[in-house]
């Protein structure tokens, strides 16, 4: 998949595109809501030496579409369930409200679930799977030489 934004940061070879989503991209999930019904895309590997506030088209492989929706969408809910389930027969075991500690347990384990995708996909560091600038568009306006008239 192809997007068009424009880059708010780079550091280290890494950069961060705001893009306006087309209807393929908006159900995707690899991506953060921003401001305006904008989307932050973070972690895009940059070959091509952007700087802030160029204009970009960015290349998502469709592996890393497939894996983001799975990993942002399922991973949770399982975690969900199982804290769910885990809390409720504690409490019945420990003869406290089942359901109010099945929700506590619940509510644990999908945040748990969700800092630890966070934290897995920093710390893997995968390029191949990761979206990457494909071409540059347009180059910032403050980037271009004064002209000397």
Do not use: N
Request: net charge neutral; proline share 5%; aromatic share 4%.
């Amino acid at each position: 998949m192809r997007e068009q934004g424009m880059v708010v940061s780079v550091a280290d070879g890494m950069a961060t595109v705001s893009i306006e989503p087309s209807e393929a991209c908006s159900s995707c999930g690899a991506c953060a809501a921003g401001a305006g019904g904008k989307r932050i895309l973070e972690g895009v590997v940059d070959t091509r030496g952007v700087h802030p506030g160029d204009t970009v088209e960015v290349e998502t492989p469709g592996i890393a579409r497939r894996r983001a929706q799975g990993l942002v969408y399922v991973v949770p809910v399982v975690a969900l369930v199982v804290g769910y389930l885990a809390g409720f027969l504690l409490g019945t075991w420990a003869e406290f409200a089942p359901d109010a500690v099945g929700a506590l347990f619940a509510i644990g384990a999908g945040a748990l679930a969700l800092v630890s995708l966070k934290w897995h996909e920093r710390a893997s560091g995968r390029t191949d799977e990761q979206p990457r600038v494909r071409a540059i568009i347009a180059r910032s306006r403050s980037r271009e030489p004064l002209s000397s008239a």
